[in-house]
């Protein structure tokens, strides 16, 4: 399984990475994703079973139906977990997005928008090997335009060796029509 990650401003990647699998998944790519979430954020709630089960001790509980099924695993450390623990518990795909995560080692591209509060990481992390941003940046790495869906699936496969470059480069074009059609419009954001 090929791993690459996208992190920084968080409306961009709320906007991206749906976008993203959605053309990835048009060129037959395989795609999970990985998500880290506030530590807020609790899928279960009280007064359902599976919440009592919890409660109780469980230290795993599954919810299941006809259509999905999520694993609640219960953690008594406080550290953030390990990628390469959660990636394994994943069913093999050909590319997983993980979104956030900002200290794991794999290749990632940074968003970096006009409006954003806070300071981008580019500058000092490695692990970064290119740029997604609505506005003009000093860097050496690739910088993509939000809405450069196509262009932005396309280096991501190339960066996590998903294909070799010269099959890449005729999926790409025999399926341009089908992603350059998905873009965000980035200036009607809700905050």
């Given at each position: 399984?090929?791993?690459?990650?996208?992190?920084?401003?968080?409306?961009?990647?709320?906007?991206?990475?749906?976008?993203?699998?959605?053309?990835?998944?048009?060129?037959?790519?395989?795609?999970s994703?990985?998500?880290?979430?506030?530590?807020?954020?609790?899928?279960?709630?009280?007064?359902?079973?599976s919440?009592?089960?919890?409660?109780?001790?469980?230290?795993?509980?599954?919810?299941?139906?006809?259509?999905?099924?999520?694993?609640m695993?219960e953690r008594?450390?406080?550290?953030?977990?390990?990628?390469?623990?959660l990636?394994?518990?994943?069913?093999?795909?050909?590319?997983?997005?993980v979104?956030?995560?900002?200290?794991?080692p794999?290749p990632?591209?940074?968003i970096?928008l006009?409006?954003?509060d806070?300071?981008p990481?580019y500058?000092?992390?490695?692990?970064?090997?290119?740029?997604?941003?609505?506005?003009?940046?000093?860097?050496?790495?690739?910088?993509?335009?939000?809405?450069?869906?196509?262009?932005?699936?396309?280096?991501?496969?190339?960066?996590?060796?998903?294909?070799?470059?010269?099959?890449?480069?005729?999926?790409?074009?025999r399926?341009d029509?089908?992603?350059s059609?998905?873009?965000?419009?980035?200036?009607?954001?809700?905050?």
């Amino acid at each position: 399984m090929r791993v690459f990650g996208i992190i920084g401003n968080c409306r961009g990647k709320n906007l991206l990475v749906p976008q993203l699998v959605s053309a990835l998944g048009a060129l037959d790519i395989s795609i999970s994703t990985l998500k880290r979430v506030s530590d807020d954020v609790d899928l279960d709630r009280p007064g359902k079973e599976s919440y009592a089960h919890r409660q109780a001790g469980a230290r795993e509980v599954m919810i299941a139906n006809s259509f999905r099924w999520a694993l609640m695993t219960e953690r008594a450390e406080l550290a953030e977990p390990e990628l390469d623990v959660l990636l394994r518990r994943l069913a093999p795909v050909d590319l997983v997005l993980v979104e956030g995560f900002h200290l794991a080692p794999i290749p990632k591209c940074e968003i970096v928008l006009a409006d954003q509060d806070r300071r981008p990481s580019y500058p000092d992390d490695p692990s970064i090997v290119a740029l997604i941003s609505d506005t003009s940046l000093q860097s050496t790495l690739p910088i993509f335009p939000p809405n450069a869906i196509g262009e932005i699936a396309e280096f991501i496969l190339a960066a996590a060796g998903v294909f070799p470059a010269d099959n890449l480069a005729r999926t790409m074009q025999r399926r341009d029509s089908t992603i350059s059609a998905r873009t965000v419009d980035w200036q009607h954001l809700d905050a």
